[in-house]
């Protein structure tokens, strides 16, 4: 083989080898897998926006917020372990039986049991496909010592206790615990219970890493006390979250004296004796308490729309801090406004360590955990802003808003998805979720793309745990549920829409609204329509797909043919096309069973539109068009108004479709680019 | 002067055509999804928000393994093919009198199977030196998750060097080409001789890759700014012309930008390997 033979050889080899090694690096790059595309577009220092007029509510002003009912309220003294990770209490409940019926037996939530060992039903809940990734490698649990009833004699209560879910009796998170005698209707019992939580190493928001610890669902916790006088008491599932009758906590955290905590409520007294510190805070009318230890936490304060806010953070994160507080300032006042206003003096919110990111994103009353690196929204994205927006919603839909999250998730995360979405919306517009490098998306166009991948799975209002996975859970509960509240809100006007929530989100503030509460809210506000699609989407497994099918053009010709005249049959020849005028026809199918009313644009070639509307009751709906020029094209919904519509793609036809060829110049010109990396 | 414009702007040429080959499948996809249906065309994938870039990103995500493979294939071809054209410019650019036009194109496409090689070996060593800066990059990630602004900025370092010493290995490779263009037979001969030239004379050779590489950079970048809305928000017409047109002048200065440190790098090494001949004799 001669010099250039070889070189020829040479070359073809490097060559080859080089676009293996590149192929292998796309694919570590996370080059584009054959999976849904939605789940790669992840959901995201520019211009603000005024804030979106809020909703005039003229109606629901009339409605009187309801008062928390304070059914189980706590009284607790807690001591926490920084070494052992082990938090030790004493618990004073007090509950009051608000039923018509006397009750014969107590269920409590031992959370914390959920990561005792494998057989619990959390783990062997699918993980990887559950709300985190990570798996416990120290395990967590919760020893009930005691409980006693002073008033029903002195005998410890605990050991008679059998599993709240008798079909599942490896699962410790839910015991059923009998009483004495019943508990009268509207009779109240005092529990005294002794308790020792060992915290698990952080998984799904619970759980330390290091000497930060995140202390949540951590003490024995009654069920909530349905109207009918059932507890709606489950095991803990890890798709699942929580569920729990209003109270008020009086809470005394005894912490290393270097420890900073932040907590659910208002802090009232902070002690610091014999390297403790002993803190103690109140929260009233909330129905959960949860904390945050960490001797490295940095903080800021500053006040808020008229909420004293403390926002704990690493070091590293002041941007994020900064983030954080912005959006605090355009989404508190916008909640209060729209949802009821926030009844709290304090809101605290917590940013996890990085190591400890799964603590993060997660509501509880007046505390909120959000979390992400310290360069998020450096390059354009919302992260942060995001991750605020939402676990402060949750404030209302979770907090105020009590629904049973494990068995209709839809109604606290999809609610708040869809407000999260209004705001960053209102906010940001267009660059909702990304706004750099010439590039803007919005938070609808991501969820659309995310809702649509799984449309059809299971019902939107299953319960948590009856999601094939956490990513089949995400997609409908939180961004499809968002989606068809937005259509709604674009087909019948966003004011009547936020009104509409308005009302639902006052009249069952401080209560626990079903599906049929939130169903029929919406209903009479919206009409009947309305309310039908948000059933069929939300409770059954309803979609829409509006298509163009058809689009045909002709010249009008006159009548020809034989016609019988009142002076005798008239036979009139085939004459030529005037030219004149121009016949088109299109036909607008409708699959799905959502009826949901649609505009329909018709573009002739001299650029005139004309806009139709068909209320979409049907299968399909045919275009007749008679004009001086063809139609050429034919766009269904060219607002986008039809979120929920599964391919946007099919909504419009064309005559002469348009050959791209501004993508062949963009991509031909970046791909010149790239060569001139790669060659001499 | 003649056979080095011409080279050039057959290289732009090629490249252009090269860029045409491995955008059109891209376009296809893009077609397909029906976007063009649209009285906007495809003029919506730009509008703010990206709710149609993001529908059509959903509805093509299943061809786009596919499509990314047939791009690297296609990649391949386009490659190999533009060797012809560099030796071209390489050859002109390496002409101490003109000569005649068929004993050029001779001289050049004797030189095709040398560049081709020395471009692919470059290739290679620049996709390993990233490759392994990202696993370095990554393993130091790994082990400094206690501070992650230390562990953030450890690896961005040394993703940074990883990514100079590719531009480095860019930098001999076009020494080695200039070699070549001097006189030097073969790959393995010129690589030899431009790790001595580069050795003797780096700074000189910075010096010169810098300046060019710098403008054709701040080019691209004034342009894309300038460009970024400009089409986008009309349809289709004299703006779209007026975009293609600039993007086009931007990649031919690119080019020319990159004949002018090629020449540089001649006249570096022309001297050198002279000396180097002297002194052996």
Redesign the interface.
Same mark, same amino acid.
């Given at each position: 083989m001669n010099?250039?033979?070889?070189?020829?050889l040479?070359? &073809?080899?490097?060559?080859?080898?080089?676009?293996v090694?590149? *192929? =292998?690096?796309?694919i570590?790059?996370g080059? #584009?897998? @054959? =999976?849904?595309?939605?789940e790669?577009?992840a959901p995201p220092a520019p211009a603000r926006l005024p804030l979106e007029p809020v909703a005039k509510a003229t109606v629901l002003e009339a409605i009187t917020p309801n008062e928390p009912s304070r059914v189980a309220s706590y009284v607790m003294k807690a001591r926490l372990d920084a070494a052992a990770h082990r938090v030790d209490g004493k618990e004073t409940l007090r509950f009051v039986n608000h039923s018509a019926r006397p009750l014969p037996e107590l269920y409590f939530h031992l959370y914390l049991n959920a990561f005792k060992n494998d057989s619990s039903v959390f783990l062997r809940s699918p993980f990887g496909e559950a709300r985190g990734n990570l798996r416990a490698e120290d395990w967590g649990y919760i020893d009930v010592k005691r409980c006693t009833a002073p008033s029903l004699g002195a005998a410890d209560l605990w050991p008679a206790r059998t599993p709240g879910s008798p079909d599942d009796p490896d699962d410790e998170t839910d015991v059923r615990v009998p009483l004495p005698t019943p508990l009268a209707p509207g009779a109240t019992l005092e529990l005294e219970l002794e308790f020792s939580a060992k915290l698990p190493s952080v998984v799904l928001r619970t759980g330390y890493v290091k000497n930060f610890e995140f202390v949540a669902q951590w003490f024995p916790k009654l069920a909530r006390l349905e109207d009918d006088g059932t507890f709606a008491h489950f095991p803990f599932h890890a798709q699942a979250e929580f569920y729990a009758d209003y109270g008020d906590y009086d809470v005394t955290l005894d912490v290393p004296a270097n420890t900073v905590v932040g907590a659910v409520g208002r802090r009232v007294e902070s002690a610091v004796h014999a390297g403790r510190r002993v803190d103690h805070y109140r929260a009233e009318g909330v129905h959960d308490f949860a904390w945050a230890a960490w001797p490295d936490f940095h903080e800021v304060d500053r006040r808020v729309a008229g909420v004293d806010v403390r926002v704990l953070f690493p070091a590293?994160h002041e941007n994020n801090v900064t983030h954080t507080l912005d959006a605090l300032a355009f989404a508190l006042p916008r909640a209060s406004a729209l949802y009821g206003t926030y009844p709290y003096s304090t809101l605290t919110v917590v940013h996890p #360590?990085? /190591?400890a990111g799964e603590a993060g994103g997660m509501e509880y009353p007046t505390l909120i955990a959000t979390g992400g690196?310290? $360069?998020s929204g450096l390059f354009g994205d919302r992260g942060i802003e995001s991750v605020t927006v939402h676990e402060l919603l949750h404030q209302w839909f979770y907090g105020l808003v009590a629904s049973y999250e494990a068995r209709w998730p839809f109604l606290d995360d999809g609610l708040t998805r869809y407000a999260e979405l209004r705001t960053l919306d209102a906010e940001f &517009?267009?660059?909702s979720a990304f706004d750099g490098f010439?590039? +803007?998306?919005?938070v609808?166009?991501?969820e659309?793309?995310f809702a %649509?991948?799984r449309a059809e799975d299971v019902p939107v209002s299953s319960a948590a745990a009856a999601f094939p996975s956490f990513r089949t859970l995400g997609a409908l509960v939180y961004t499809r549920t968002a989606i068809v509240l937005e259509t709604l809100a674009r087909v019948y006007g966003r004011e009547r829409f936020e009104g509409a929530l308005g009302a639902y989100a006052r009249r069952f503030r401080f209560a626990h609204p079903t599906p049929n509460d939130f169903f029929d809210t919406m209903g009479r506000e919206l009409g009947p329509d309305a309310r039908r699609v948000l059933v069929q989407a939300l409770d059954g497994r309803g979609r829409v797909d509006f298509l163009?099918r058809d689009l045909q053009n002709a010249p009008e010709r006159p009548p020809a043919g034989v016609f019988d005249r009142p002076g005798g049959r008239e036979t009139v020849p085939l004459a030529s096309p005037t030219g004149l005028h121009f016949r088109s026809r299109a036909v607008i199918l409708r699959h799905g069973e959502l009826e949901l009313p649609v505009d329909i644009d018709l573009?002739d070639e001299a650029g005139n539109t004309r806009r139709e509307r068909w209320d979409g009751h049907g299968a399909l709906h045919v275009i007749d068009y008679r004009g001086d020029a063809r139609l050429?094209?034919v766009?269904i919904d060219p607002e986008?108004k039809l979120l929920l519509d599964d391919?946007?793609?099919?909504?419009?036809?064309?005559a002469r @479709?348009? #050959?791209?060829? =501004? +993508?062949? /110049?963009r %991509?031909? $010109?970046?791909? *010149?680019?790239a060569? &001139?990396l790669?060659? @001499? | 002067m003649k056979h080095v414009a011409l080279s050039v702007l057959f290289d732009f040429g090629a490249r252009a055509a090269a860029g045409l080959a491995l955008a059109a499948p891209v376009t296809a996809v893009v077609v397909a999804s029906g976007i063009g249906n649209f009285p906007g065309g495809d003029r919506l994938l730009f509008e703010r928000g990206g709710l149609l870039l993001v529908e059509v990103v959903r509805a093509s995500w299943s061809l786009l393994p596919p499509l990314a493979l047939s791009s690297l294939v296609t990649g391949a071809f386009v490659y190999a093919a533009l060797a012809l054209p560099q030796a071209l410019v390489w050859t002109a650019l390496g002409e101490a009198t003109p000569e005649p036009t068929p004993a050029f194109l001779g001289r050049a496409c004797a030189r095709v199977p040398a560049y081709f090689a020395l471009a692919s070996l470059g290739f290679l060593a620049q996709i390993l030196v990233f490759s392994l800066g990202l696993t370095a990059a990554g393993m130091l990630h790994g082990r400094s998750s206690a501070n992650p602004l230390r562990a953030d900025l450890g690896a961005l370092v040394v993703l940074g060097c990883a990514g100079v010493l590719a531009l480095m290995l860019g930098v001999l490779r076009d020494v080695a080409g200039a070699t070549v263009a001097c006189g030097v037979a073969g790959s393995k001969n010129a690589l030899r001789a431009g790790l001595r030239v580069a050795l003797t004379r780096p700074l000189a050779l910075a010096g010169r890759f810098l300046g060019p590489t710098a403008l054709g950079l701040a080019l691209v970048i004034l342009v894309a700014l300038a460009t970024g809305s400009l089409d986008v928000g009309a349809p289709e017409g004299s703006r779209f012309v007026l975009v293609a047109v600039l993007h086009q002048l931007v990649a031919l200065a690119v080019t020319v930008c990159r004949t002018v440190w090629l020449k540089s790098a001649i006249a570096v090494v022309r001297p050198q390997l002279a000396g180097g001949s002297a002194a052996r004799r």
């Open positions: 010099g250039l033979g070889r070189d020829a040479l070359g &073809g080899v490097a060559l080859g080898l080089g676009l090694v590149l *192929e =292998r690096v796309e570590a790059l080059a #584009p897998q @054959p =999976r849904d595309a939605s790669a577009l590293g #360590p990085d /190591e690196p310290w $360069y &517009g267009a660059g010439g590039l +803007t998306l919005s609808a166009s991501l659309r793309a %649509a991948a163009v573009v050429s094209h766009v986008h391919d946007l793609l099919d909504n419009a036809a064309a @479709p348009n #050959p791209c060829r =501004r +993508t062949l /110049e %991509a031909t $010109y970046v791909a *010149e680019l060569l &001139g790669l060659l @001499p | -």
